[in-house]
């Protein structure tokens, strides 16, 4: 998987092992990168463990607050002058467009029109990797249940019709 984004860092993280002020400076500089990586979502309370040993080659995940839900963010420290990379583990969806997008992608894939409900939250945070299920309507209401699978984080999902 390729990094998403490197911070330049702090030359003190290396010393940062406490969890005191040099983590929370990278916690505050996460929580900048990944803000301007999501917007409009808002990010809360970005967390790193305060027991990991911040060396070059160091990796460790870290959590956030986005809409509510559970995000994580693997980091990876790449040298001594404190400077770390970051790969995001969860997509953030914005239900309208991903339901829009399926509209569209199954409409073209079976050949007649079918609105979606993918539920009733404004996004949706999911693992890359994980799927959930939104309901697909034809105009003569038959309903059917599709498996969408988040690709990565940027969003890319990929779908399958589930059995009636």
């Given at each position: 998987?390729?990094?998403?984004?490197?911070?330049?860092?702090?030359?003190?993280?290396?010393?940062?092992?406490?969890?005191?002020?040099?983590?929370?400076?990278?916690?505050?500089?996460?929580?900048?990168?990944?803000?301007?990586?999501?917007?409009?979502?808002?990010?809360?309370?970005?967390?790193?463990?305060?027991?990991?040993?911040?060396?070059?080659?160091?990796?460790?995940?870290?959590?956030?607050?986005?809409?509510?839900?559970?995000?994580?963010?693997?980091?990876?420290?790449?040298?001594?002058?404190?400077?770390?990379?970051?790969?995001?583990?969860?997509?953030?969806?914005?239900?309208?467009?991903?339901?829009?997008?399926?509209?569209?992608?199954?409409?073209?894939a079976l050949g007649f029109e079918v609105t979606t409900n993918c539920g009733d939250n404004e996004y949706l945070i999911v693992s890359v990797g994980n799927t959930f299920?939104?309901?697909?309507?034809?105009?003569?209401?038959?309903?059917?249940?599709?498996?969408?699978?988040?690709?990565?984080?940027?969003?890319?999902?990929?779908?399958?019709?589930?059995?009636?």
């Open positions: 998987m390729k990094p998403l984004g490197i911070l330049m860092g702090f030359a003190v993280l290396m010393v940062a092992c406490g969890g005191g002020t040099d983590q929370t400076a990278m916690e505050r500089e996460l929580q900048t990168a990944l803000a301007g990586e999501l917007t409009p979502v808002e990010i809360k309370d970005v967390a790193c463990p305060e027991d990991v040993e911040l060396t070059p080659e160091s990796v460790f995940l870290c959590g956030a607050e986005v809409e509510s839900s559970y995000y994580e963010v693997q980091v990876t420290v790449i040298d001594a002058q404190g400077r770390f990379e970051y790969e995001r583990r969860h997509a953030v969806l914005n239900v309208v467009t991903t339901e829009l997008q399926l509209e569209a992608d199954v409409t073209e299920q939104c309901t697909l309507v034809r105009e003569t209401g038959a309903t059917r249940n599709v498996e969408v699978q988040v690709e990565n984080a940027d969003a890319v999902i990929t779908w399958q019709l589930l059995p009636n």
